[in-house]
């Protein structure tokens, strides 16, 4: 089997390629080969026995994705993209990278299947900012997407695009919205949504953070771990049981900043949540205003997708991947 992971060098796909190196297999297929893909050069994951390629690309340069469709992989992870805070601030560069790439990805594959039949099984990352604000909760799978940011726009097309492609037969796709994933190991990145890994991440290594919102900012939330099963479950699942509505939303945790705190407080004590300092942003306060609080998720609970039930099981998480276990 060969794997395509585009987007390899950000946390998801780092953490994807050294999950399927460590199994060696997907699906029960020994994993023979894996391309590794991204603006900059990913890392080659430890241990992996087979041969690993790394490749540095836009996906959203005219001819790239023809490229890394020539080798014709089974399974393909498309997981590039600008995150939310970079995609509002930048509307061109939004809409280039998040649409346009994915676009050109999925009409390479397109052309492909017609010269040879090629049909993968293409995993593509969607996110729960296709959905805005009137929102219900918990949001139900039947609630319709109406986004309130370019980001969203971006995925929500794509997602469309997904479903298109899917039905005629090009490719097996399947689009997994992320919750946002909480916590995000290393340095902040430009998303929106970044100060629910910080005001946890920071304290645990004795760090002050920043929290522009209010304690009763609601949202959805998974871990690390879950995020990368759910993309190798969204690989091996039948897709005749998904059906024609080939994006889900995937099961997490519901809680609000507060609830984090608290959570915050049991696992590492007063001391670290004395290192929150609150700086109201209101540009980030309107965004997050209508963000999804919570899903019912019963399509993917019901495919096998599983996820944390509490926010001292995400920090443990962190803890045990992370910081090797100790604070």
């Not at 690309?57 to 992870?77: H, M, N, Q």
Request: aromatic letters at 8%; glycine letters at 10%.
């Amino acid at each position: 089997m060969h794997i395509l992971i585009i987007g390899a060098a950000g946390m998801v796909g780092r953490k994807l390629a050294q999950k399927l190196a460590a199994d060696g297999a997907l699906d029960g297929k020994t994993i023979e080969a894996m391309t590794q893909v991204d603006v900059v050069a990913p890392a080659a994951p430890a241990g992996f026995t087979g041969k690993v390629e790394a490749l540095t690309a836009d996906l959203s340069t005219a001819g790239e994705a023809e490229k890394l469709v020539a080798k014709r992989p089974d399974v393909i992870f498309h997981l590039a993209a600008i995150v939310s805070g970079e995609a509002e601030l930048d509307f061109d560069r939004g809409y280039r990278i998040n649409l346009d790439g994915t676009r050109y990805l999925f009409d390479a594959i397109r052309i492909a299947h017609g010269e040879d039949g090629y049909t993968p099984r293409v995993v593509f990352t969607s996110s729960i900012a296709v959905f805005g604000a009137p929102l219900p909760y918990p949001i139900p799978d039947e609630f319709h997407t109406t986004p309130l940011t370019s980001y969203g726009t971006q995925k929500a097309i794509c997602e469309l695009l997904l479903s298109d492609y899917s039905r005629r037969g090009f490719f097996e796709g399947i689009g997994i919205r992320l919750p946002t994933i909480c916590i995000r190991p290393g340095l902040p990145n430009k998303a929106a949504s970044g100060f629910f890994s910080n005001i946890l991440r920071e304290p645990l290594v004795g760090k002050e953070a920043i929290l522009p919102v209010s304690d009763g900012v609601r949202h959805w939330h998974t871990s690390p771990r879950s995020a990368v099963g759910f993309l190798i479950h969204g690989a091996t699942i039948d897709t005749a049981l998904v059906g024609p509505r080939r994006n889900l939303s995937m099961p997490g945790l519901s809680a609000t900043v507060g609830e984090q705190i608290e959570a915050l407080r049991r696992v590492a004590g007063d001391k670290a949540v004395a290192l929150i300092r609150r700086e109201p942003d209101e540009m980030i306060m309107k965004m997050c205003a209508g963000w999804a609080p919570g899903f019912e998720a019963k399509r993917a609970t019901e495919l096998g997708f599983t996820a944390e039930k509490s926010f001292d099981e995400i920090i443990r998480a962190h803890i045990d991947d992370e910081l090797g276990g100790k604070l």
